[in-house]
Nanobody
Framework: QVQLVESGGGLVQAGGSLRLSCAAS????????MGWFRQALGKEREFVAA????????YYPDSVKGRFTISRDNAKTTIYLQMNNLKPEDTAVYCC????????????????????WGQGTQVTVSS
């Protein structure tokens, strides 16, 4: 079992930055691919970023590439999402997730491969 708790969300103006954190507890954190997903009101859940178990590989959709950066600290069992140049369309609930199976860019972007999910943190970007 892995428990995930997100923090760092809030209200920010367009063009601003936020850093989300996801603290994990449980077994074998360093063996999991970790990801961030978001869900805006009335929309489907969307892949935002993922990092391989070592942190050596990261994956992003075009919508956030160049603005968002995912990182992990296996010693602290925590992952981060640095979000820069935020836009109103980035407004959503952001959730972190852990996957024991996902490997590579395709699997890491699909929520069906993630076993554990946090409760989420709200990010609101005003125009």
């Amino acid at each position: 079992q892995v428990q995930l708790v997100e923090s760092g969300g809030g209200l920010v103006q367009a063009g601003g930055s936020l850093r989300l954190s996801c603290a994990a507890s449980g077994r074998s954190f360093s063996g999991y691919t970790m990801g961030w997903f978001r869900q805006a009101l009335g929309k489907e859940r969307e892949f935002v970023a993922a990092t391989s178990y070592s942190g050596g590989d990261t994956y992003y959709p075009d919508s956030v590439k160049g603005r968002f950066t995912i990182s992990r600290d296996n010693a602290k069992t925590t992952i981060y999402l640095q979000m820069n140049n935020l836009k109103p369309e980035d407004t959503a609930v952001y959730c972190c997730a852990a996957s024991a199976r996902a490997r590579g860019s395709i699997m890491s972007a699909l929520d069906k491969y993630y076993n554990y999910w946090g409760q989420g943190t709200q990010v609101t970007v005003s125009s």
